[in-house]
Nanobody, 115 residues
Framework: QVQLVESGGGLVQPGGSLTLSCAAS????????MGWYRRAPGKERELVAT???????NYVDSVKGRFTITRDNAKDTVYLQMTSLKPEDSAVYYC?????????WGKGTLVTVSS
């Protein structure tokens, strides 16, 4: 089992940047895949980015070139660097750990992009 706590959300103007952090309660070294998802008001949850133990990354098309996911196994933390933010990026962002025992989720952090 692993507990995940997200942080770093907030209000930012269009074109601005934010970095989200996801701190895990135990080592993430052997967690197959860590990821970020988001849910905007009235919409389904969607995958934003994932990263495997080997460092392979995957992004939804709408964030490619703007967002970067990284993992620091020494700190048991996963990051999502977000740049050139748009109003449509506004959502609650959730951290996910996909393990052989199942998926684990954090409670989310709110990102609002507005002028």
């Amino acid at each position: 089992q692993v507990q995940l706590v997200e942080s770093g959300g907030g209000l930012v103007q269009p074109g601005g940047s934010l970095t989200l952090s996801c701190a895990a309660s135990r080592s993430i070294f052997n967690i197959d895949q860590m990821g970020w998802y988001r849910r905007a008001p009235g919409k389904e949850r969607e995958l934003v980015a994932t990263i495997t133990t080997g460092g392979t990354t995957n992004y939804v098309d709408s964030v490619k070139g703007r967002f970067t996911i990284t993992r620091d196994n020494a700190k048991d933390t996963v990051y999502l660097q977000m740049t050139s933010l748009k109003p449509e990026d506004s959502a609650v962002y959730y951290c996910n750990a996909a393990t052989s025992y199942g998926d684990y989720w954090g409670k989310g952090t709110l990102v609002t992009v507005s002028s």
